[in-house]
């Protein structure tokens, strides 16, 4: 029987299957298994047999010559994301929904490093030339020293980067280059890791940073970012809602700086502006005390951030009440929930419970457990937290709280913010010359007793 010629793989995750079916093994995606043409090398293509390759050079750990230095452009918070400016030489991906502002982000960024002294090629395959001109009248930057390319073969553009030896150059985006090398349709797998990894070698062995746009796909035959992010140094994704003008940039892997730094921007009619101090902007708008509402003292990556948790607790005539998570993990809000009924004995059977955190900010840290169980509660109890008052901690199954890492870093941010007290766990360490007065309790019960009356 003839061996099979095609192989199947996951356009979430990269997967690839003998067969296919309706849903991918690795990643658990349905629907995302496309049938591709195999690689002509790679695993899996037929094994090197006995003819040797040429020897590798081995070299030390310990180098004299220092590292080429960083290169910082005039948008800080895109500096701040890469851990300090541009690495020479490294690779970069920027993910993201379609329209979020990628296009616009990246024009700006090459602009600022062309500025800073570097050569910087933006090719586009999405767009005319025109357009992508027109977009740089319109954000100011037409006198950028940035050569501009339209282009969607990888060979022609290779070796125009061999030609031109920029010192960055912007893809946009990944996913409509192609290789004559690969039969499969640009977008797909074998397409997008193949031109992927074409850049990210030739941008190492060259000395030119390269930066990757990636679209974030839901479904359907095109491949995500995500089957190229272990090719790259650095992956950044530009998140916000459609309907917010914030725009977060966010290090998802950075092997140059720290991850899960972010970057704060707005999207305003002149492109995007850098956004200086993001907590007042995400308190922005606050009303008077309202029941429902708290502030979590959050740190994202290495700053401390400020942001309001909203909370909505109504009675529901269907026999399954609803549990809405805006910007918070719904499993992480089930647990929540399910603690404050199981040691607080406060039940929310019957209650549709909705959560929102506002600014279209999503967050992750644990520490904002004791915020969002204060929301909760403020919600379903209808009282309103005193006003100056920011919250954190993280809530063990058991009840008990757990004081948050960094409490001085986040009880700064509050003070300057004009906070004066702090809802936190027993143990957290103030610091010296703290400004906020704290409020601690031991557990989640001594809290909800004391503060609502209730459990
Ligand atoms: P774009 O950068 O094209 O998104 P992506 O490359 O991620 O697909 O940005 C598209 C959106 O940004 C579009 O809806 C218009 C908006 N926008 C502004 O609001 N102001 C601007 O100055 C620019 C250039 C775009
Ligand atoms: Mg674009």
């Not at 299957?17 to 990643?27: N, T, V």
């Not at 094994?47 to 040797?52: F, P, T």
């Not at 990628?102 to 005319?128: D, R």
Request: negative net charge; proline residues 6%.
């Amino acid at each position: 029987m003839a061996k099979s010629q095609t192989s199947f793989n996951c356009t979430a995750c990269g997967a690839s299957h003998s067969k296919w079916s309706g849903r991918c093994d690795a990643c658990g995606e349905w629907n995302s298994i496309v049938e591709e043409a195999p690689l002509s090398s790679g695993p899996g293509a037929k094994s090197l047999g006995a003819k040797r390759g040429k020897t590798v050079a081995l070299t030390d750990l310990s180098s004299t010559e220092a590292p080429p230095p960083r290169t910082t452009s005039a948008i800080a918070e895109f500096d701040r994301v890469l851990g300090g400016g541009l690495v020479p030489a490294s690779a970069i991906l920027v993910g993201g929904d379609p329209g979020i502002g990628k296009s616009t982000l990246l024009l700006q960024a090459a602009a600022a490093l062309a500025n800073a002294g570097l050569k910087a090629v933006y090719v586009t395959g999405e767009e005319a030339s025109a357009q992508v001109r027109m977009r740089a009248q319109r954000l100011g930057l037409a006198d950028a020293p940035v050569k501009l390319a339209t282009e969607t073969s990888l060979r022609d553009i290779l070796t125009m980067l061999e030609a031109e030896r920029p010192d960055v150059a912007v893809i946009d985006s990944i996913q409509t280059m192609w290789l004559d090398t690969v039969e499969s349709a640009p977008g797909s797998v074998s397409q997008v890791r193949a031109a992927a990894h074409e850049l990210t070698t030739f941008a190492k062995k060259r000395g030119m940073s390269v930066i990757l746009v990636g679209h974030v796909t839901k479904e359907g035959q095109i491949a995500g970012p995500r089957v190229v992010e272990h090719m790259v140094d650095t992956v950044l994704y530009f998140e916000g809602e459609r309907g917010h003008q914030f725009r977060i940039l966010r290090a998802v892997k950075n092997r140059f700086g720290p991850a899960d730094e972010i970057g704060v921007f707005e999207m305003t009619g002149m492109g995007l502006a850098e956004v200086a101090n993001p907590s007042a902007l995400f308190l922005a708008g606050r009303e008077d005390p309202t029941p429902g509402s708290v502030v979590f003292a959050g740190i994202e990556g290495t700053r401390p951030l400020l942001c309001e948790i909203q909370a909505l607790v109504a009675p529901t005539p269907h026999s399954q009440p609803r549990r809405s998570a805006v910007g918070w993990d719904g499993g992480r809000l089930a647990m929540i929930l399910a603690v404050l009924e199981a040691r607080c004995g406060v039940p929310f059977t019957g209650l549709d419970v909705y959560l929102n955190v506002a600014g279209g900010l999503r967050i992750s840290e644990p520490a904002a457990d004791l915020a969002v169980a204060a929301a909760l509660l403020s919600a379903r109890e209808d009282v309103a937290l005193p006003r100056e008052t920011v919250v954190f901690g993280e809530i063990s199954l058991s009840g008990a709280l757990r004081p948050a890492g960094q409490t001085e870093n986040r009880l700064k941010e509050a003070g300057k913010l004009g906070f004066s007290a702090a809802i936190t766990a027993a143990g957290a360490k103030p610091g010296p010359g703290a400004a906020v007065e704290l409020k601690t309790w031991p557990d989640l019960p001594a809290f909800v007793g004391e503060m609502f009356g209730a459990g």
